[in-house]
């Protein structure tokens, strides 16, 4: 299966700890997207990255949060001290070309603040 | 006023009939569209793209886009009860000077056997 990879499905972290969240894109695919989506809301977008580059993180708060995708491996986005608001699913997409172009999205980090 | 715009619903429509789901923007240069499907607590999926003004029909599935009217829209025909789920329009917004797509907040459409 070359779809997007997401781990780990379920992650559950206490108060003040940091949170991972690994994606690999599709095969193919350069650019990807990590999205947010708290209970009955919409996608919010947080940040937009091609390999070793940031191109857009207008929406991503500006402390305790961090993203990067390096030359090899996969693309992280990194939470620190953790608090029960960012308790959500997160969810990573990526596209083969960019901006105005169709997502595939994996099947999403659910984060559990305790 | 939201920049991606979709009315919550619940939309409940009988087994058989056609659903409407609709959608506006808020920026004037977008120009690319998109209709994703997300069940209760998967990922989303895409389900239908649209560049140009008109229609766009793909099996049971046409989208509608008129961009005078910043409105997009949504026809399942023959709907199923397979088809309860969220659907999600999402907007490419260069006017913006954001780089990836905004989201509206879905309709839930519940398809009654």
Partial sequence: NAGVMQNPRHLVRRRGQEARLRCSPMKGHSHVYWYRQLPEEGLKFMVYLQKENIIDESGMPKERFSAEFPKEGPSILRIQQVVRGDSAAYFCASSPSGVGEKLFFGSGTQLSVL | ?113
């Fill in chain 2, 1 to 113: 006023q939201k920049e991606v715009e979709q009315n919550s619903g619940p939309l409940s429509v009988p087994e058989g009939a056609i659903a409407s789901l609709n959608c506006t923007y808020s920026d004037r240069v977008s120009q690319s569209f998109f209709w994703y499907r997300q069940y209760s607590g998967k990922s989303p999926e895409l389900i239908m793209s649209i560049y140009s003004n008109g229609d766009k029909e793909d099996g049971r599935f046409t989208a509608q886009l008129n961009k005078a009217s910043q409105y997009v829209s949504l026809l399942i025909r023959d709907s199923q009860p397979s088809d309860s789920a969220t659907y999600l329009c999402a907007v490419n917004m260069p006017g913006t000077g954001r780089r990836a797509l905004t989201f509206g907040s879905g309709t839930r459409l519940q398809v009654q056997p």
